[in-house]
Structure formats: structure tokens, C-alpha cells
């Protein structure tokens, strides 16, 4: 007896320290179960409960619940062949799609202009535009809340994995959050819309990964908070149902979808949402405007943007550069609240400009979109097209 608690107290030591970790939530199984139209919550949920199906979450904005999936395939077949259901599918776990950080120099009391934010040619529009009132949406890892060429531009922060943690614990969001916002004063970097709004979710753990049911509560974050644009730094190799709807309501909603293509650098292999047709979806160039070489490409790419060592704010205050196709998405979303911030448009409008407003760098058309993002395009076309009476 006395021996036995002597290893229990040493095995809950081990726990407690985190030498053990005692299970990973990203291998837990978990489905997602759909209702059709016009089914009442409810009645939805007993009816789960009847099959032994435990209930873990409910995804309000697709009529949905997320169930565990405790290896009774036999309930989740008998439960799909209810009329209430309209489908049960896997709650698929997807990835940040951004390489390694590597370190950066940057000169003591000075701040560098990062060259994709010279390449779009955005820093000639600041002194006129620079995404004042516009909300921007970051669905990642977090923020690092307390980086000094980042926080006043953050004006809100939430959680929705189960641990509820907000905090950056990975470094890939606050990067992205730095490439679209981060300040314009004598320090580091400057972001593409230094004066943007971030709203930050985190949806993906400290190792990049996050599953469909967090996506779709973090989408439903951003459609409660009224954000103007989403920027949506991962990809998730299967199709799923429940993330095609929560893209479509947030479409619906007046909100600009921005997604990275992917870094499988392969043909056809688009990820999702980015292959989503309410997504924009972009692919990374480097500094000589070549395709970068881990960007995938497909029929479904809309556009390429600087995704190649990007230097930008990092986690406890520091700066990394990194590249991916996560790194070019945010180049688009800063674009998006610098046009936003001259003109509100509707989402639709605000797509089309950002497109049509692309440069065309001689690449293949499943490479480039197209073509490469123009931030001062944009803004000059928004103001020929949208406000002519302004000088
Ligand atoms: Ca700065």
C-alpha cells in the first residue's frame, strides 16, 4: 500500500511537472454533427444524447455540435441516417502554413521598412491612408499582447480552444499580426496598415494546429465583434461541410476572407478555405518577384504576395523573419484595410479592387492569380472609381 501511493505520488509529480503529458487534444477524435434548416437545438442535441453520442460544443453558426467520437462507429451510422442530420463528418485538424522563424538584425532606435511592405508600395500611401477604424480579424495562434510595436493597435483578444488560452504560445500569429499592423514609429518594423485594428483569435495551439470547430467559432467571434476582414494564415487539406458554411455566413456577413494557398509548393493543391470561391486565396514571391518555391498553386489561387523572409514581430517582444504563405496572406489584408480605410465597400467590391488593381508578373496564371498584390494601385483605383471629389 505504502509503496503503491509512493508511485502514485511520483506519477502525479510527473504530470504536474509536464513530463508526462496526458493526452494531446489534437488526437482525441471528435465529429461534427449537422442538422438541416429550420431544426431546433434542442431537439437536435436529445437526439445526439439518445445514440450514447456525448455533446462537447455547440457550433451555433452552422447548426451543428461538436460530438466525441468514442470508436462507436455504429451510433454515428445510425444517427447519419436520421432526417434531421444533414451531415457528420470528421472534425479535421489543419496547420499555420509559415517555415521556421529565423533570426533578424535590425538597428537599435530605428525602424525598417520590411521590403513587402515596399514592394506593394503601401508606405507611399500613409501619410493619406494607413487603415484608421478598420477591424481587422486574425484567426492564428494569438497575439503577443505586450509587444511594444504592436500593442495600441490591438484592440481585442480571444480564445477558443478548450483550454480558452489567448496568449501566443507559438509566435506565428503575433508575426502575422505584425505584417498587417504593426506601428509606425522608431522601433523594429512597420506593418502594411500601421494604424488597423487587430482582433485576435486564438484558434491554433502552440505547435500551429488547430481543428475545423475551432475555426468556425473563431469566425463566429469575428462576425460578433463587425470586423471588415479575416485573415486566415493555415489550411486544411479535406473538404469539410461545416467550414464551407461557416465561410459562406461570413461572407454573407460583409466580410473580406483572405487565406493562405498552402506550402505544399505543389500543383492543384490548394487548401482549404483559401480554395473556397468567397476566399482569397494567395500564394507567396520572393524579393525578385519569382514564385516561392514551397507556394502551391492551382486554378483557385487569386493572387501573389511578398511571403519570403519577412521580418515582423514575434513573441515576448522580439522580431523574426519567416516565410510562407502565411506571411503573404496579411500583405493582402493590410492592403484590404488601407483601401478600407479610404472607403467602406462591400466585400464583394472590395475583392474585385484588390484583384483587379494586381500586377501581372509574367507568371502562370495557377501561380500568380491575378497577379502581384499593388497596394497603391488599390488605393488609387478605390479613389478613381469611389471618390472622385477627393484631390
Ligand atoms: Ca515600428
Redesign the pocket.
Known sequence: MILFLIYYYMLMGLVGSGLINMIDPMDVEQKIVGFKQNTKKASNMHLIQEYGIKVKKELPLVNAFVCEDNADTAAFHTLAEDEEVEFIEDDYVGTTQALSPTHVDLIQGQ?MIPWGVKKIRAHEIWKAFDGEGVRVGVIDTGVDRSHP?LKDNIKDVYGVLDCKNIDDDNGHGTHVSGIIA??????????VA?NAQIYSVKAFDNQGRGRVSDVIEALQWCIDKKVHVVNMSFGFNMQSIALKKAIKAADQNNIVLVAAAGNSGKDNSVMYPAKYPEVIAVAASDKNDNAASFSSSGPEVNIIAPGVDIPSTYIKGSYRSMSGTSMATPHVVGTIALVSSVKKLSAQKVKELILSSAKDIGLPKKTQGQGQLDAYKAVANIRRLYCEQIG
Open positions: 525602424q510595436d504593426a506601428l509606425n514609429n522608431d522601433i523594429g518594423v512597420v506593418g500601421p
